[in-house]
């Protein structure tokens, strides 16, 4: 939490990405971090734990962004993390997500709708 | 001489001698007869005579020779265990003939000298020694039945053996003594006509036949080297696991020259070492006594310019470079051939003999037309791991080319949807963002379609076929079309049995299904139905996806597996589509030997028809 807002921790290394997360979910009312690596994102989830992590699967090279969902787990993150996948159908095929423990998976180009009203049933608690 | 057949007792004889060897036994069981004849003949003699013949002696004769036969009967049963050739074989033939030779005269006394029509029986023992023994045997027997019955003559006429009169067989009036020296004359030069005749005969039949038999003999050689070469030829098609193939070359050079080891060595990249690419009958420790340097290898060098060479004994050989390990290993003779491929020396082939030994000519061509099977295996191999990472690299590609076109396009579209966010558009404002995200959509998809075109037409190198239950496979694409179908809304029936599987590849099975769901649906109108049918065949596995759309026009039903082609009733609807889906669909079923069938009628449905091969549930 910070000022009473819910905080999200975005991790991407497009910072198209990055500022369109920003706009869409600050306008919706969460605090919204964002780091442009693996390695920013784990400092900033230590300054601040966050409530919930959007996660680029294909950071620099593929499956960087696994290796920050494990490590995060790691370091006992409970909220919720969602992932960015931009290699389309294939995800569910490349990646078993339950054993990530993966809140969702967002599709790249992103649908506002589809990524507020999961994320809203997610941080409902 | 080399072995011919398992079944021949004596290996290496010419099928002639082979069946002579026989006649010794029928040489035995005749005797029985010729013991049988003398008897009955010495009877039906006393009979005619009436009184003045006594056919005892006669009688005698042909109990003696029975008698003997017993024992050659007896003997020759054994014989089998000693060679043709052996002393044993042609003592026991001289005995047959000694002894039968001894009974004739002794016939031919008692049957009235040589008067008498039984001399003649001589020439039956020359032709069988014609045949049984040598040219010169025959001569020198046709010699001793003469000089025999010249002593007889002799002997009768000195009053020691006395004459026998048998009027019945040589007249009232027996020969004078220049008689029978005439009579003895004409028999004799008879024998040396018959021994000339006979051995004549019987030697050139033998050469022919030996001819005959080297040239067969020959002939399976070549046979057996053209099976194993075929063989091999078979193997190095067959398979494209390099060691494997390797292997068996080396496995089949050994074997098939009959030494006790064989050896591939394959030059590195740096055209100066050679490493074993695979040996037979070769210990470890052999393989490990270091590397093969090609300067100090004369051999090695030799061969790798394309000649064969030949080493009598490799612990003494100065070209040999590992002469004392070769020692201590039992390698004396080597032949080495080079390996080459293409024009191009790859390596050397090697055989090794436990013996001091020359190779010949014919051996070394073997090995070389061995060898050149060997460098084809190689050059196969190599080719298709070349293949292999040119297919992945395009593969890579592919997946690098998908993201980073994907990628801006995406940050695009999301920043058009973040635009709404950032402000208050105006309404025409906002009618071009939105037309703006459906013309990315499309360019996306094609992308997208584009990619999974060039993936159908990769080569399937290095992917096997593997059981893909459908169920499993196609839930997440079944879930989707039947959101999709709710949207429309249009009746969605699944019929899937649970243990429908085919031999294919997952990923390529669910964009076939998808695809064809997504067809049937988009261009099927709201209120419609679409049906997805599975059944399971013994052999192939028949999917059905069957709707009550738009349909396609007769004209149109090749084109749409063309890619690039959308109908005229398609695009009418104001569905989005790149007109390549069919075309990605028919390419993915075909890559796995499958086919897809159309079947429509303009404005009432389509049905699709996919065969795949099935799977074992």
């Known amino acids: ?125 | 001489m080399e072995e011919v057949g398992a079944s021949c007792a004596w290996p290496g004889l010419i099928p002639l001698e082979r069946e002579l060897r026989a006649r010794l036994a029928w040489f035995v069981r005749l005797r029985w007869a010729a013991a049988a004849a003398i008897a009955v003949g010495a009877w039906g003699t006393a009979r005619a005579a009436g009184g003045q013949f006594a056919p005892l002696p006669m009688y005698m004769v042909a109990a003696a020779v029975a008698l003997y036969n017993v024992a050659f009967l007896a003997i020759t049963g054994r014989l089998a265990a000693y060679g043709p050739g052996s002393r044993a074989y042609r003592g026991v033939i001289y005995a047959q003939i000694g002894l039968d030779w001894i009974a004739l005269i002794c016939l031919v006394h008692y049957a009235g000298g040589v008067d008498s029509p039984v001399p003649l029986a001589f020439t039956f023992h020359l032709i069988i020694g014609a045949i049984l023994l040598s040219r010169i045997a025959c001569y020198v027997q046709a010699a001793i039945a003469a000089a025999m019955l010249a002593v007889l003559v002799g002997v009768e006429h000195a009053g020691w053996w006395p004459r026998v009169q048998v009027p019945v067989l040589v007249g009232s009036t027996p020969c004078s003594g220049a008689g029978c020296l005439f009579r003895w004359a004409v028999l004799a030069g008879f024998f040396v006509v018959v021994a000339y005749l006979i051995t004549s005969i019987t030697v050139a039949v033998r050469r022919d036949e030996e001819a005959l038999f080297a040239s067969e003999r020959a002939l399976q050689q070549s046979y057996r080297e053209m099976e194993t070469l075929y063989e091999m030829g078979r193997v190095v098609n067959a398979t494209l696991d390099l060691d494997q193939v390797l292997g068996r070359i080396a496995e089949n050079g050994a074997q098939l020259l009959g030494v006790k080891a064989c050896s591939i060595r394959l030059l590195e990249q740096d055209g100066q070492h050679l490493r074993i690419g695979a040996a037979y009958g070769l210990s470890e420790r052999y393989l490990a006594k270091g590397p093969v340097a090609v300067d100090r290898s004369a051999i090695d060098a030799e061969a790798l310019r394309g000649q064969t060479v030949q080493i009598r004994d490799a612990s003494r050989d100065p070209r040999f470079q590992y002469g004392e390990e070769a020692r201590l290993e039992g390698i004396r003779a080597v032949l080495c051939v080079p390996l080459q491929a293409k024009g191009r020396t790859i390596g050397s082939m090697r055989v090794y003999a436990a013996e001091e030994r020359e190779f010949s000519r014919s051996e070394a061509n073997l090995l070389r037309n061995l060898a050149n099977l060997g460098a084809a295996a190689i050059e196969n191999a190599r080719a298709y791991a070349e293949l292999r990472a040119l297919s992945e690299e395009r593969a890579w590609f592919a997946r690098v080319t998908h993201h980073q076109l994907r990628a801006p396009l995406a940050a695009t579209k999301s920043m058009l949807e973040a635009l709404r966010y950032a402000g208050p558009l105006t309404a025409k404002q906002a009618e071009f963002v939105e037309r703006c995200g459906r013309r990315i959509d499309e360019l996306l998809r094609m992308i997208r379609d584009l990619l999974d075109l060039a993936a159908a037409q990769r080569p399937l190198v290095g992917r096997a076929a593997e059981p893909v239950r459908l169920a499993e496979c196609l839930r997440t694409a079944l879930a989707t079309a039947a959101e999709q179908a709710e949207r429309k809304p249009v009746a969605l029936e699944v019929s899937l049995p649970d243990t429908a599987a085919v031999l294919a590849d997952g990923d390529d099975v669910e964009r076939v299904f998808s695809n064809l769901l997504d067809n049937a649906i988009k261009y099927t109108p709201a209120g419609g139905r679409v049906r997805f049918v599975v059944e399971e065949g013994r052999r192939e596995l028949i999917a059905v996806v069957e709707d009550t759309g738009i349909g396609i026009e007769p004209a149109d039903q090749d084109r749409v597996f063309k890619g690039f082609y959308r109908t005229e009733a398609a695009k009418a609807t104001g569905e989005v589509g790149t007109g390549l889906g069919l075309s990605i669909v028919a390419r993915l079923v075909e890559r796995w030997g499958g086919r897809v069938e159309l079947h429509s009628e303009p404005g009432r449905g389509s049905r699709f028809t996919v065969r795949l091969p099935a799977a074992a549930a």
């Open chain 1, 1 to 125: 939490m910070e000022d009473g807002k819910q905080v999200i921790l975005c991790v991407d290394d497009d910072p198209d990405i990055l500022e369109y997360l920003k706009v869409v979910l600050e306008a919706n009312g969460y605090a919204v971090q964002t780091a442009a690596s693996a390695e920013e994102g784990m400092r900033r989830f230590r300054e601040t734990p966050p409530d919930a992590l959007i996660v680029d699967l294909m950071m620099e090279e593929i499956d960087s962004g696994t290796g920050l969902v494990t490590e995060l787990r790691a370091a006992g993150n409970q909220a919720p993390v969602f992932m960015l996948s931009s290699i389309g159908d294939n995800l569910q095929r490349t990646i078993d997500t339950s054993a990530l423990g993966l809140a969702g998976v967002f599709q790249k180009p992103l649908d506002s709708e589809v990524l507020l009203s999961l994320l809203k049933a997610k941080l409902r608690r």
